[in-house]
Nanobody
Framework: VQLQASGGGLVQAGGSRRLSCKASGTIFRSLGMGWYRQAPGNQREWVATIGSDHTTTYADSVRGRFTISRDNIRRTLFLQMDSLKPEDTAVYYC?????WGQGTLVTVSS
């Protein structure tokens, strides 16, 4: 299984960013997937999950601002991030089972 994350970059507070994670080598549509993030000096934390039935759950810190979605035909996971805050600055990782993408850095400036 290979996961390729992209979409990170520098954004001003209050702005938006959309992350993507392209999956290969797995039965994509039957698996739940998630996004995690790790800020400098902190442990990796869970951000959001989407099930094979498209059911979504979110961490309290991002609920109402972030939206996780998936495109099973393109085998891609997305994270739409709106109303970004400086505390959202982190490396964002996508996850399927025990597999992780390489991470993509999002920096939110105040």
């Amino acid at each position: 299984v290979q996961l390729q994350a992209s979409g990170g970059g520098l954004v001003q507070a209050g702005g938006s960013r959309r992350l993507s994670c392209k999956a290969s080598g797995t039965i994509f549509r039957s698996l739940g997937m998630g996004w995690y993030r790790q800020a400098p000096g902190n442990q990796r934390e869970w951000v959001a999950t989407i099930g094979s039935d498209h059911t979504t759950t979110y961490a309290d810190s991002v609920r109402g601002r972030f939206t996780i979605s998936r495109d099973n035909i393109r085998r891609t996971l997305f994270l739409q991030m709106d109303s970004l805050k400086p505390e959202d600055t982190a490396v964002y990782y996508c996850n399927i089972l025990q597999f992780w993408g390489q991470g993509t850095l999002v920096t939110v400036s105040s």
